[in-house]
């Protein structure tokens, strides 16, 4: 439920709504908005009956929300929210995000060279991951601490924010001091007890859709950092599982559109691991551009043929480049063309 209060309602009568939503055993979280307070009435399993609410002094309104998800809702919060990482702005009003790098680490050698590449190619984030969740337990699981402290250098030299993946609460504390934001994977998007200790840390994070999560599922999920207290929180699309197998996965670009429509959070496309296959990622990163994404995330590996994981769908730095290239003209032509769709100014 959503209590929309009257743009004159005083810090007295807030505090008397909030009263009487705990008096029916739930929570009041005060949304300061630019006109008008509203308060989200959170800890309700189904109907709230609002006749001791309704006539209180300064309310304006009582919106009943079925949603799930509340906070992450742009009923509870309709101005859309900015994300730092470093000095990198991601949301709605910024330019897309691209981050970008090797989906694991191999050695600083490796994410150096990989940095140097995104970076002259304009990446504003670099990704590469320490702790690699794998299908089999026999694969290239990551080098962990030594691969955080890699990433950690090759981020500095290069002066670009970063990224990577953590799996358990106890990798929190050191991934925090070595990168700018963490990244949920799609695997332990319903891993709850981790959502809600990221959710304490007040830290940028990337949150991925699970294999095969609905739009409810995956803001529901997001709903657990934001419920903790942290509204730094990225969406990321990378695909679901379908019948389909001529693709690692589906890639699902409808739900740029209608999460945005749903959710006050920023939301990006990772077409490496959506498609699987390297001609095919820049194709659908210009896709998820014109559908309205913030921000794309692009593997990219100094020599593919050579990764000890996901190389058929990494990019080489020089199709990296070209790929960017691309996006900015790209970026060029969508500008152009919502200027001549809102008309010369009145």
């Known amino acids: 439920m959503l209590i929309v209060m009257h743009h004159s309602a005083t810090e007295e009568q807030v505090r008397c709504v909030a009263q009487a939503v705990a008096a029916l055993g739930l ?18 399993r189904g109907y709230v009956d609002d006749a001791t609410i309704r006539d209180l002094p300064g309310v304006m309104e009582i919106i009943h929300v079925s949603k799930p998800y509340k906070l992450v809702s742009r009923d509870f919060h309709p101005a859309p929210t900015v994300v730092r990482v470093g000095s990198v702005n991601l949301g709605d009003g910024f330019p897309p995000v ?4 090797p989906c694991s680490i191999e050695s600083q050698e490796q994410i150096l060279e990989a940095a140097r590449q995104v970076k002259e190619a304009g990446a504003h984030i670099l990704r590469g991951g320490a702790f690699k969740p794998r299908t089999g337990p026999h694969t290239f699981q990551g080098l962990g601490a030594q691969g955080l402290e890699f990433l950690h250098v090759a981020a500095r030299e290069v002066g670009l924010p970063a990224v990577t993946e953590v799996m358990r609460i106890e990798q929190l504390e050191m991934a925090c001091r070595h990168v700018d934001m963490l990244q949920i994977g799609a695997r332990n998007m319903q891993n709850f007890d981790l959502l809600k200790e990221i959710g ?9 859709r699970g294999l095969s999560a609905t739009v409810e599922e995956f803001l529901s999920a997001a709903e657990y950092i934001v419920a903790e207290g942290n509204d730094q929180v990225v969406l990321c699309e990378r695909g679901i599982r379908t019948f389909e197998t001529a693709t690692r996965n ?9 999460v945005q429509s749903l959710s006050h959070l920023p939301i990006i496309v990772d077409p490496s691991h959506a498609t699987g296959r390297r001609f095919l990622v820049p194709v659908m990163a210009r896709a998820a551009l014109v559908a309205g994404a913030n921000g794309l995330m692009v593997e990219v590996h100094p020599a593919p043929e050579k990764a000890l994981c996901d190389g058929a769908q990494s990019l080489t730095g020089e199709g990296f480049c070209r790929l960017m290239h691309e996006l900015r003209f790209l970026q060029e032509c969508l500008a152009g063309m919502a200027s001549s ?3 010369p100014s009145a």
């Not at 929570?27 to 309700?44: F, K, S, Y």
């Open 27 to 44: 929570t009041a979280q005060p949304i300061p908005g630019g006109q008008r307070i509203a308060i989200g009435v959170l800890g309700n």
């Open 98 to 101: 691209v981050m970008a790098g």
């Open 200 to 208: 304490r840390l007040r830290f940028p994070v990337l949150l991925k």
């Open 250 to 258: 589906t890639l699902d670009l409808s739900v740029i559109p209608l």
């Open 341 to 343: 769709v809102a008309g």
